[in-house]
């Protein structure tokens, strides 16, 4: 089946810092790869839908400038957290979609830690 | 605004019996609907979905119901097992069950041997 797989699965890190999280599918070209993020006991609040080849469309109130997407290739998106602070720590997690109308698969996500 | 909500924070569920979740939408333009399972730490694993156009489908023990007239759908587990525990999450999109999803808040599942 569809596999999405998400890298690094945990990070630790100072305040200031930027984090790379990295989102594959594994075998299907993923045209579009979406990215959410999700508070403890809380839903999966979509941050931004990244398209290959061009800018992602980001959901309001997220900064785009804070969370740079790149997706450079039908098969991988990037979503950096630049300078990170205590604020956005949280669960991100990625998703894709197959072709053909098919649900979207998720990554196991990236718990995010900024001390 | 909330257009995808899940009321009931958890249910818990004797082994064997019967699980029903619950998931109400305000948005008609929603017309795929999906169900996720969630394990603590891991994204969300895929688990059934149902178009607009119908108002069934069944996968082993898994049946969602679709009432389109009261923006309302369900999951029914059947016999629930010790292993569905978990986070459920319904989700709703537009035109295309890959496109963008709008999750509700979830529902904890305890099953109980």
């Known amino acids: 089946g569809a596999v999405v797989s998400q890298h690094p699965s945990w990070v630790i890190c100072k305040s200031g810092t930027s984090v790379k999280i990295e989102c594959r599918s594994l075998d299907f070209q993923a045209t579009t790869m979406f990215w959410y993020r999700q508070f403890p006991k809380q839903s999966l609040m979509l941050m931004a839908t990244s398209n290959e080849g061009s800018k992602a469309t980001y959901e309001q109130g997220v900064e785009k400038d804070k969370f740079l997407i790149n997706h450079a290739s039908l098969t991988l998106s990037t979503l950096t957290v630049t300078s990170a602070h205590p604020e956005d720590s949280s669960f991100y997690i990625c998703?894709?979609?197959?072709?053909?109308?098919?649900?979207?698969?998720f990554g196991d996500g990236t718990r995010l830690s900024i001390l | 605004d909330q257009q995808v909500k899940q009321n009931s924070p958890s249910l818990s569920v004797q082994e064997g019996r019967i699980s029903i979740l619950n998931c109400d939408y305000t948005n008609s333009m929603f017309d795929y609907f999906l169900w996720y399972k969630k394990y603590p730490a891991e994204g969300p694993t895929f688990l059934i979905s149902?178009?607009?156009?119908?108002d069934k489908n069944e996968d082993g023990r898994f049946t969602v119901f679709l009432n389109k007239s009261a923006k309302h759908l369900s999951l029914h587990i059947v016999p629930s097992q010790p292993g569905d525990s978990a986070v459920y999450f319904c989700?709703?999109?537009?035109?295309?069950?890959?496109?963008?999803?709008?999750f509700g808040g979830g529902t904890r599942l305890m099953v109980k041997p």
């Open positions: 149902i178009s607009s156009i119908k």
């Open positions: 998703s894709a979609s197959p072709p053909n109308n098919q649900p979207q698969h």
């Open positions: 989700a709703a999109s537009i035109n295309n069950a890959g496109n963008m999803l709008t």
